[in-house]
């Protein structure tokens, strides 16, 4: 049997802050953002990727200080195009550091309005194996 990670629960105060960040600054896809009398939440869910994240008011959100979620890591093939990209795009980046030449050791990390951290690790093999195949991904409703 399978078991997949598809979705995180993000701690936050500010949905919409937080649905502008991931959608307009780190180019999340915005799959929905839906209120009702009980509750609101958005999920976003980076480009080429099977797990998405959530925002709102869920209970188990609420269990959660917002900001306290620490070490959250996407994986790309090129580090350097990935930062240029994020500070093009407004967001304050670390530097990159690699730990270990091989692939895998090459890192730098950002952080959310609200204090969320995510490492960003490059594996220059998803360049040409990615873990969604392109051809894929029109069935989970990516472009």
């Not at 919409?16 to 609101?40: C, P, Q, S």
């Not at 990935?82 to 967001?91: F, Q, T």
């Amino acid at each position: 049997m399978d078991w997949t990670l598809e979705v995180v629960v993000l701690p936050v105060s500010d949905i919409d802050g937080a649905i502008e960040f991931y959608r307009d600054k780190v180019g999340f896809e915005l799959d929905h953002d839906t209120t009702n009398e009980y509750m609101r939440v958005a999920q976003l869910t980076p480009r080429g990727s099977g797990c998405s994240i959530v925002v709102g008011d869920l209970p188990s959100q609420s269990e959660m200080a917002p900001g306290s979620m620490r070490g959250l890591q996407l994986v790309v093939a090129d580090a350097a195009a990935a930062r240029a990209e994020l500070l093009e795009r407004g967001v304050e980046v670390g530097e990159i550091t690699v730990f270990d030449e091989r692939d895998g050791g090459t890192l730098f990390g950002f952080a959310d309005p609200e204090g969320n951290t995510w490492a960003v690790q490059q594996i220059r093999a998803r360049a040409d194996r990615p873990l969604i195949p392109v051809e894929a991904r029109g069935r989970f409703g990516e472009g």
